[in-house]
Structures are given as structure tokens and as C-alpha cells.
């Protein structure tokens, strides 16, 4: 064997055991923190900062970890249908933290990547401005005189990812085999999407393709900036993007002392976002304060096009008749649109979703408007993806987290912001300019008036069917007893739990009672037939504890 596959072997072997060794302590974390919790009777609060502690830890860990698992935990923290919220706030704010490497290795890259159009560059900054898990970013000037920045793929990247991500396919297939993990879920084909978004994250390619076709939805505004590709100079592991000078928008001290209008700033990224989801489907996906940039002249600039959601056609077509459905507070018709949408699965019980629209719709647009309304909303929807068996589209979720985010930024611009009261001028126009005309309305009004009088005139011939069934004994009647069969699961699993304390505490009784006697050698047996009886009763607990998360949601 040579020496170079046996360093591959050895590199794979380490990496295994490091990723291997962190899932087992987060597994054994979460069962002590369970158990804990059923024995010391902890309350909601309580809970809630265990949870956060242990989601820092796993934060950390990814972070240890390296590249392909920093941008596997931002993978997550979009998917509230896998873990809970309290988890999710804490992976969003997972930013990569990661050494820089050589400008040496910068140049490098860069002169193997361009070859002869290397000397079209005249100078590269030695330090960078961005370091990130996938790449590092420095500014340089080109012989033409024009200034650019080059993100640079950090070495021998695809070849760890790889290894990474067979690992992380291989532990997919073990929670897979396990049932209780495995509920609702399947692991195996979330590992291969994790696979395939990583991917081609690492082809630079398709990033420039994003940014270009974010460039050309705002060539025409006024208040919108973007960086121009510079294709000659681009490829699978080196992009080049002009260089936009700009104001972090976190920075509000500077904007200030350049006289920038701050409401104003916030207002044209609150109307930017409509305009990405409801005119163009393509949308930046993560607009967080190290992303967005103002120019002197009081423009917004977007950076960093690795992270992009599209909306279906589909779903845009369906915007206007969703957000009519919404000014009206039809919570049914609003799911009814969301299911024809695809946005929603057809084939669950849809009471849970209406009754949460129905509070989410009296809350969104009742004034005052609340300042932090899509951070609640969002979280709103995550705990009731997280406790009910279906899963919403993965770019619905990254619709809900970049409004969330850019809702934080526009408070840090201006305290009073409020994306709702913003966007409704727009909104409002869209109600009546999908694409119909009052004529249009109208008729779509008399066509549901057509087919409720329908449904009307039918009802006589229907309950005189159904009465005739009924004589001859073939009508089947067809209750859903879903909530009553839950309660009756729930009061069976309590009665299991009480009879297991009272076998664990009897046999607990006769094994001391035989030690009492000095019969050692049989005072065993008893704690052996306790141990899978324990098991059993810690499981019960905690579907106990699953149900009282639902009780608690619904209420």
C-alpha cells in the first residue's frame, strides 16, 4: 500500500472516530437530560435552558468539527421538522468560525485555477476581508485599473467533504434502523439532500450563476446594489466579483455620521424581500448583518450568493389568492390555497394547521402590529412542524428564517420597524394585480356563489340517498376518533408507567429482603428482571412527555 492511500486511510479512520464520538455524547447528553427531567419534575423554563445549553454544546461541536459540518448545522436550523425550535435559534446563529490559511496557498489556488489569466491581475491583498468554512475572500485590482474581490475555496476542501459526508451517510442509515428515531422521518434521504446542497455549494459555478441572476432583478432599481461576475476570471474553486464598497449594516455609529437614512435603509430591504418572493421566486436566503452592506450613497448592497431559495411557480401563481385569503382571516381557504400550493401535504389532518392559521392570521393583522411578528409566526409554525407527522417544503422554511432575519436587521436600523405595516401597500396591490382585472373578481365571485347554489340544490337528493342506505343497512358510519384514541393512549401509557413502579419497587423489596438473609448470590435476580422493566418505564415516560408538548401547543 502506498503512502498516500495509507494517509487517506488513516485521515478516514480519525475523522470516523471524532464524528462517531460526538453523536454517541450527544445521544448520551439528551437520555441524561431526559432522565433528569422525569425525576427532579423539572418545569417549562427550567427545561427550556437545558435545552439551550445543550444545543450551545452541540453548536461547538459542529464547529470543532470543521467546514462540512458548520454548513450541515445551518442545513438544520432549517429544518424545524427534525429538531425543536429552542434548537433551531441556536444553529441559526451558527457563523463560521475557522481559521485562516496561507495567502501563499490563496495564490496558488488562484494561478492553477486561471493559468494564463493570472496576469491580468496586478495585485492581491495579502490579508483577507472575509474568512469563511468554504472559502476566503481578498480584494485585488486588475491590470484594467477595475477593483475586485476573489473568494477562494479553501484547500483540499472536496476531498474532507467527501469523507465527511459518507460518514455522516453511514450514521443516517443507523438512526434509520432505529424506530423511535426513525418516526416520521427518514434520515437516509435527508443525508443525501444534505449531500447533494453541499455539493454543489463547493462548485463556485453555480454561485456565480445566482449572483448574476440576482444582479440582473435589481439592474433596474434605483436603491438596490449588486456585484457584477466577472466570468473571465471565475471557475469551479475561484470566483470573481466586483468590488462594491459599502458600510456594514451592523455598523450603525458610521451610517450615522455619514447622515444615512436608517427608516429608509430598512424600508427598501423590507420592499426589496417582496419584490425577490413575490415578483422574481428567487430569493438571498440568508440576509444576516455580515451579508448586507449601504453604499455612501444610501444604497443596500447584498453580498455572498452561496445561500439562494426559489419559489414555485406554482406558489406565486397562488400569492394573490393566499394573501386575499389572508385579509379576510378565511383560515380554511388560506390552507385550502396553501395545500393546492404544494406547501402542505393533502393527506393529513389539516385541524391543527387551521386552528394555528386562524391564530396566526388574528395575531399578524390585528393592529398594533407586533415589531417581532415573523419571528413569532416562525416560531409558531417550527413547533408545529416539529410536533405533527408532516414536513413543509425545505425553501417555505428558508422563506420564514430570511424574513426573520432581515425582520432583526430592520429593528437594529430603526427600533419602530415593522415588515407588515411596510409591506402592506404592496400587499394590497398585489390582491388585485395577480394577474386579474375587477372583471376577473367579479366572476370568480359568481362562481363560487354558482357552486354553492349547486351544492344547494343537491342536498335533498343527497340526505334522500343516504336515508334510503341507511333503511337498507348499507350506510357505514365513519367516526374520527383522533383525539379520544390519543387521550386513551395517553391514560394506557400512565397506567403501564404505575404498574412498572409498583413491579420495580417489589422487586427492589425482595432483593433487599434476600440480602437481609444473606442470600447474596439470589438477591440478583430480582434486579435483573428490574433492568428491562426500567427501560420500559423511562420509555413510557417520555412518550408521556411527547404528549404533554402537544396538549401544551394546542392550548
Known amino acids: 500500500m502506498s503512502n498516500h492511500k495509507l494517509k487517506n486511510r488513516i485521515q478516514k479512520i ?38 439551550i445549553k445543550r444545543a450551545r454544546w452541540f453548536t461547538n461541536q459542529l464547529i470543532d468539527l470543521g467546514s462540512a459540518f458548520i454548513k450541515i448545522g445551518q442545513l438544520l436550523s432549517a429544518r424545524p421538522d427534525l429538531i425543536p425550535n429552542t434548537w433551531i435559534q441556536e444553529l441559526s446563529k451558527l457563523q463560521d468560525q475557522v481559521p485562516q490559511f496561507s495567502y501563499t496557498k490563496v495564490e496558488e489556488i488562484i494561478k492553477t485555477e486561471l493559468g494564463q489569466k493570472f496576469s491580468e491581475i496586478n495585485k492581491i491583498n495579502d490579508l483577507p476581508i472575509g474568512s469563511a468554512s468554504l472559502a476566503q475572500v481578498h480584494r485585488a485590482t486588475l491590470r484594467n ?32 434502523k432505529n424506530r423511535n428515531w426513525s418516526r416520521g422521518r427518514n434520515w437516509v434521504d435527508i443525508a443525501k ?35 457584477e461576475v466577472i466570468w ?23 451610517l450615522k455620521s455619514k447622515n444615512i437614512d436608517l427608516p429608509k435603509i430598512a424600508e427598501i430591504g423590507a420592499i426589496s424581500y417582496l419584490k425577490q418572493l413575490v415578483n422574481y421566486g428567487f430569493f438571498h436566503a440568508d440576509p444576516h448583518p455580515g451579508n448586507l452592506a449601504v453604499s455612501n450613497s444610501g444604497k443596500l448592497i447584498f453580498y455572498d450568493f452561496g445561500m439562494m431559495g426559489n419559489i414555485s411557480n406554482n406558489l406565486q401563481v397562488r400569492l394573490g389568492s393566499m394573501v386575499q385569503s389572508a385579509a379576510l382571516r378565511d383560515a380554511s381557504s388560506l390552507v385550502t390555497q396553501l395545500q393546492q400550493a404544494g406547501l402542505i401535504s393533502k393527506d393529513i389532518d389539516v385541524g391543527p394547521v387551521r386552528r394555528l392559521v386562524r391564530l396566526m392570521l388574528k395575531e399578524a393583522l390585528t393592529p398594533p402590529f407586533s415589531p417581532k411578528i415573523i419571528e413569532k409566526l416562525s416560531g409558531d409554525l417550527y413547533e408545529l412542524v416539529y410536533e405533527t407527522p408532516f414536513q413543509l417544503p425545505v425553501d417555505l422554511i428558508f422563506v420564514m428564517r430570511a424574513l426573520s432575519t432581515f425582520e432583526g436587521v430592520g429593528r437594529m436600523l430603526d427600533p419602530g420597524f415593522n415588515l407588515v405595516s411596510i409591506t402592506k401597500p404592496y400587499l394590497i396591490d398585489l390582491m388585485t394585480s395577480n394577474n386579474q382585472s375587477p372583471n376577473d373578481l367579479i366572476n370568480q365571485f359568481g362562481r363560487q356563489v354558482g357552486e354553492l347554489g349547486s351544492k344547494a340544490v343537491g342536498i335533498p337528493k343527497r340526505i334522500d340517498e343516504s336515508l334510503e342506505r341507511l333503511e337498507q343497512g348499507d350506510l357505514q358510519l365513519q367516526i374520527r376518533m383522533g383525539e379520544s384514541d390519543r387521550q386513551f393512549k395517553k391514560m394506557f401509557t400512565a397506567q403501564k408507567s404505575l404498574g412498572h413502579s409498583i413491579l420495580m419497587g417489589s422487586l427492589t423489596i425482595a432483593s433487599a429482603l434476600l440480602v437481609t438473609k444473606n442470600q447474596n448470590n439470589l438477591a440478583i435476580l ?20 411527547k404528549g404533554s408538548r402537544i396538549d401544551k401547543l394546542k392550548k
Open 14 to 51: 480519525k475523522r470516523s472516530f471524532l464524528i462517531w464520538k460526538t453523536l454517541i455524547l450527544l445521544l448520551v447528553n439528551l437520555w441524561i437530560d431526559n432522565l433528569k427531567t422525569k425525576i427532579f419534575q423539572t418545569n417549562k423554563d427550567k427545561n427550556k435552558k437545558v435545552q
Open 145 to 176: 485599473g477595475k477593483e475586485v474581490v476573489f473568494k477562494v475555496q479553501r484547500p483540499n476542501l472536496k476531498q474532507l467533504f467527501i469523507i465527511d459526508l459518507n460518514i455522516m451517510q453511514q450514521i443516517a442509515f443507523v438512526l434509520q
Open 193 to 227: 439532500e444534505c449531500r447533494k446542497v453541499l455539493m454543489k455549494e463547493l462548485d463556485f459555478k453555480c454561485e456565480a450563476q445566482y449572483a448574476a441572476r440576482f444582479r440582473q432583478q435589481f439592474l433596474d432599481d434605483d436603491n438596490v446594489e449588486v456585484p
Open 232 to 254: 473571465d476570471l471565475s471557475s469551479d474553486k475561484v470566483l470573481c466579483l466586483s468590488y462594491l464598497e459599502g458600510i456594514k449594516i451592523s455598523d450603525i455609529e458610521k
Open 526 to 545: 430480582p434486579l435483573l428482571f428490574a433492568a428491562p422493566i426500567s427501560i420500559d418505564w423511562i420509555k413510557c415516560q417520555l412518550n408521556m412527555r
